[in-house]
């Protein structure tokens, strides 16, 4: 295709570049479909392990496949002891949380299970992630890391590993729903990554490096920690309006409103608020979930008032924090806790790719100079350069 031919288009906005039977995602309409299922019919009632056997295999698992999955999660969990040494120099040298996640990632190939054995390679990089990420936590915060305990979910795992006791069953339950909420979200730029990476031949665990790196940025992996901190530092249902206009007419963002596709309130902020109330009732603290609500509502009400016609809606960030928050996850856990979820719907998105595989290789539209000539270096200029 020459030049004259290319269409270039920002960002690749609205250029389909998959086809995929994982996930679909409206924005005008504020719809998000999880293999055939509407995200609020599903995410609320599936075991995490559910969720992943759905996207894995494309229907849900039977009693039986449900037992068997989990038992391969969890065999296929034990970190590598090279890991645990990067982990140890990572926490003690101050690197964050993704870092770490994305240094320690590429030591998994080095007792991964052939790729040949079913979904065992699969597991063990997903089972893998939340005991990488709560060892760094612990061992950030001065205390052993502990081995995922036999007989308990992922999620429950994850937070027995974070806390050292067995989690309240809600506390599991608002995890599971958010873990089920994030797994996949169409043709975003960790998932388009790691289907470019695995395109061209590669193996899995690059795929899974490259998302990592694509999730670190902040403008992919958000930063729902803010969007928890404006609420904290409002305090009141009363101070809503004054502090919400001072940082709309200094020009500030509003952390937690505004989402590149959904250009209506995001469907998985409804599904997420649901879950932060049922949590907040049985085992948290309802006056921060009332606090937060009267936040979203006055901030909705100005941003129709400052910025009219923009459509800026709650987005899952918001409710993530609430969310997170009431599970007492550290705010350094917020984005590789969303790792651990996603990287189900990359290793998916990998395997789909695998199957009917063509490289990815989009055309670039030229925009330098044309027609220069060669200047020898003798006769060279500060101003001639090389034309």
């Not at 390679?121 to 060892?135: E, G, H, I, K, W």
């Not at 409103?257 to 649901?274: I, N, Q, T």
């Amino acid at each position: 295709m020459n030049d004259n031919q290319s269409h270039y288009i920002p960002g690749l906005e609205g250029v389909v570049a998959a086809q995929t039977r994982l996930s679909h995602v409206d924005g005008e309409a504020g719809e998000l479909v999880i293999a055939g299922f509407p995200l609020e019919e599903i995410a609320p009632r599936a075991a995490f392990e559910e969720m992943v056997y759905l996207l894995w295999s494309g229907e849900l698992p039977t009693a039986r496949q449900l037992e068997e999955f989990r038992f391969l999660l969890a065999e296929n969990s034990r970190l590598p002891a090279a890991v645990l040494d990067v982990l140890r120099a990572a926490a003690s040298t101050g690197v964050d949380s993704m870092e770490a996640l994305r240094m320690t990632a590429g030591l998994l190939s080095l007792d991964l299970p052939s790729d040949s054995q079913g979904w065992a390679q699969d597991a063990a990089l997903l089972a893998r992630l939340p005991v990488m990420a709560a060892t760094w936590w612990r061992l950030r915060s001065g205390l052993q890391p502990l081995e995922p305990p036999p007989g308990m979910g992922l999620a429950s795992s994850y937070l027995y590993m974070l806390r050292g006791s067995e989690p309240h069953p809600a506390h599991v339950r608002a995890l599971e729903t958010y873990l089920n909420t994030v797994i996949d979200h169409g043709l975003n730029a960790s998932t388009f990554t790691a289907r470019v990476i695995i395109s061209t031949g590669s193996d899995l665990v690059s795929a899974l490096v490259g998302a990592i790196g694509a999730l670190k940025g902040p403008l992919h992996g958000g930063a729902p920690g803010p969007a928890l901190q404006m609420v904290f530092e409002i305090g009141d249902p009363d101070q809503a309006e004054a502090y919400l206009r001072k940082k709309l007419e200094s020009g500030e963002r509003l952390m937690g409103f505004g989402h590149r596709v959904y250009k209506v309130r995001d469907p998985r902020a409804d599904v997420l608020a649901a879950a932060a109330e049922t949590l907040y009732r049985q085992a948290g603290d309802m006056r921060l979930y009332e606090l937060a609500r009267a936040v979203e509502r006055k901030a909705l009400e100005l941003l129709e008032e400052y910025k009219p016609g923009r459509r800026l809606q709650t987005n899952v960030e918001f409710y993530t924090a609430l969310l997170l928050h009431g599970l007492e996850i550290p705010l350094e856990l917020f984005t590789p806790t969303f790792t651990i979820s996603r990287a189900a719907g990359w290793i998916a998105h990998c395997r789909e790719q695998q199957r009917e595989n063509r490289l990815i290789r989009p055309q670039s539209q030229y925009t330098g100079p044309r027609d220069r000539r060669w200047v020898p270096l003798e006769k060279r200029t500060e101003s001639s350069g090389a034309s």
